[in-house]
């Protein structure tokens, strides 16, 4: 065999592999305004400070409370900025939820939380009626648009069916048939709609919203809304929600900086709740996973802090914040490995050697949770070549792998202690 002799002692080769930008999505974050910035409809900017908030405030819409959510936001710190997402004028709260649901259908994965408008929190009714044709004729009277959510007895009118309230006592609907006289209907807020469509465990969008006592379990047993019920003596150029949204928008996990609890973090330029007087208050909020400010009184601290910082689902935020983390970086990891797979020698092959480098990749990202405290542990296991190609063959042809799984136990924080003392008398 010929041989080509050269003076070199050492051949050297490498191989540049491009590694995946770092995904920002988590801390991107927009406040949503409705016609209160002088953007145009369906854009957004990004803002570091108040002053470059308050530079595009318009003179209409919403922009009050848009200088008020910047406002407390920013009372917080400097270390996250936040977007304004302009969705134009709308004429009615139920319009401005419609507005923001499309836009998220139209820009997925934009934005990874919602502060949205303080009057999209509404009450639910339950009421009495009876349905003939299509129109439904009730006691009571609810301005705007709502949908149904429930039909209590009877089959004649869908769940999610919208209705326009009149000036009177008639509602025209739109129904499959006759409901029957005296059912109860269950009218549900958009708003709620939009939370409860975007609430499964692989969706990474969540709302800051305003609430009150009386409204707020409406959105339970939903993730993705995180809801605050400012103090009675708050004044109203405070934005309470904004408080929490700087905190779930500045977290940024590392090794040097693991993920903290949402719960008890410090929280500025907000008002917290009384300490005495509004026990039956604070437990209901706090009962129906609601969130509000409180100090720290209990500990000696006059600082106020966030209580106790949960999704409508009653877990806490930090929580589903570590379970997007593993999720986003993940996926994206595999992702690269994959395409640089195409891009190298040797290259990634469907075999079992490139199972194994998929799983220990998957793992390495679910040590990285750990460390950066977004979860308590992860196991990342995958089915192996020979079982998984027996098992599906036409997997294999079509280059497809459902392997690969991971079991992972998101992060806690305390959020009660109990102690208990035994006081023993000496007996001499």
Known sequence: MATTITPQIVNL??????????????????????????????????????????????????????????????????????YVLELGTQSTPNAGVSALSSWITDNPNVFYSYLVPENWDQPITSVSGSISGSTLTVSSVISGTVAIGQVVGGTGVQPSTSITAGSGTSWTVSTSGNAVTGEVLTLTNPLEILIADNSSPTSKTYFFITSTSGSISQYSPNKAAQAYVMASTAPSTEFTAAAAFYQWLVNNPSQANPLPPMAYRYVYG??????????????????????????????????????????????????????????????????????????????????????????????????????????????????????????NPSDYNAGLYKGLSATMVGPSGFLTVDFYLDAVQFVA
């Not at 409809?41 to 848009?66: K, M």
């Open 13 to 82: 080769t490498a191989v540049v592999t491009k590694a995946p930008e770092p995904s920002q999505l988590q801390q991107s974050g927009a406040f949503v305004s409705v016609g209160g910035s002088t953007l145009t409809s369906g854009t957004y900017q990004y803002v570091g400070d108040l002053s470059s908030a308050t530079s595009i405030l318009s003179s209409g819409g919403n922009h009050v409370e848009l200088s008020d959510m910047a406002t407390t936001f920013f009372a917080q710190g400097n270390a996250v900025g936040a």
């Open 270 to 391: 907000v008002t917290p709740w009384p300490q005495s007087g509004q026990t039956a208050s604070v437990n209901s909020i706090l009962t129906n996973y609601g969130n509000l400010i409180f100090t720290g009184a209990e500990g000696g601290i006059s600082t106020s802090c966030l209580f106790k910082g949960t999704t409508m689902d009653g877990q806490q935020g930090s929580w589903w914040y570590g379970v997007d983390w593993f999720q986003i970086q993940v996926k994206q990891a595999l992702a690269a490995a994959v395409i640089n797979g195409s891009n190298s020698n040797p290259p990634l092959l469907y075999n079992q050697a490139g199972i194994n480098a998929l799983q220990k990749i998957a793992q390495n990202i679910g040590n990285d949770a750990v460390k950066f405290g977004c979860a308590l542990s992860v196991t990342v296991t995958a089915t192996p070549f020979a079982t998984y190609v027996q098992q």
